[in-house]
């Protein structure tokens, strides 16, 4: 009778666990995603599966790496300042990501990376990503603080930045940018100056589209989604 009582304890306590909260105190590193390509994306059966590259920082070291990753939810390209939280759950390869629940500040999800770690740094300018030494970045990054351009852990060469607020209603819409997949609504995006295409999208609605051309500095947008009668 207290084996079985002991085993029903030790169950509970597992099944407990496995709803507990996410904390981001237990998530140490710092990711930055640069790109990614999309597989699949599909908000209806909760489908998300992408390949991408960026940089993780631990403490004051920093290293690209590329991922993959099949989640039931999308990643997003980071904006400067708001790097993912993360931990390793199989050092170099296998990467727990911690995201924010839409419209809950308080609430996480994680997403696994499959990973495989760069020595350098990746570098996103206006030809693409290109991967830098850990002894060019140095230099790099330190011309760049002296001259005041950029953030501390960015890895972007241009310091002019459009920041984009995008909200929808309703909410929880997905967002492309250029027909690349940055996450959903609301959110806040970091944009190069320039040109883009946007668009909204959730299931049940109308696609929502709008060319914007986008200087640097701070914009707002709200996408008014019209129900699709058609379906």
């Not at 403490?59 to 993360?86: I, M, Q, W």
């Not at 296998?94 to 924010?100: E, G, N, W, Y």
């Not at 250029?178 to 696609?207: C, Q, W």
Request: proline letters at 3%; charged letters at 25%; one cysteine or more.
């Amino acid at each position: 009778m207290k084996r079985l009582l002991l085993l029903a304890v030790i169950l509970l306590s597992l099944v407990l666990s496995s709803f507990a909260g996410k904390s981001p105190a237990d998530y140490p590193l710092k990711v930055h995603i640069l790109q990614q390509m999309w597989a699949s994306h599909n908000v209806r059966y909760s489908e998300y599966k992408a390949t991408g590259w960026g940089n993780i920082w631990a403490d004051d070291s920093v290293h690209a790496f590329e991922f993959t990753y099949d989640c039931s939810f999308g990643l997003r390209k980071t904006a400067r300042n708001e790097p993912y939280l993360a931990k390793w759950k199989k050092p170099q390869l296998r990467l727990a990501l911690l995201a924010s629940q839409i419209g809950k500040s308080d609430k996480y999800h994680e997403c696994e990376l499959k990973t495989t770690v760069h020595e350098g740094v990746y570098i996103l300018g206006a030809g693409g990503i290109s991967e830098m030494s850990q002894q060019n970045y140095k230099a790099w990054k330190a011309k760049h603080d002296a001259a005041g351009a950029g953030q501390p852990g960015d890895a972007t060469v241009s310091s002019a930045v459009s920041r984009l607020s995008i909200a929808s209603t309703p909410d929880s819409g997905e967002i492309e940018i250029d027909g690349e997949f940055m996450g959903n609504t609301p959110s806040v995006l970091e944009l190069d100056p320039g040109e883009h295409s946007i668009t909204v999208r959730k299931a049940g609605y109308k696609a929502w589209e709008k060319k914007v051309k986008l200087a640097a500095g701070e914009i707002k947008l709200n996408a008014e989604l019209e129900q699709d009668g058609s379906k």
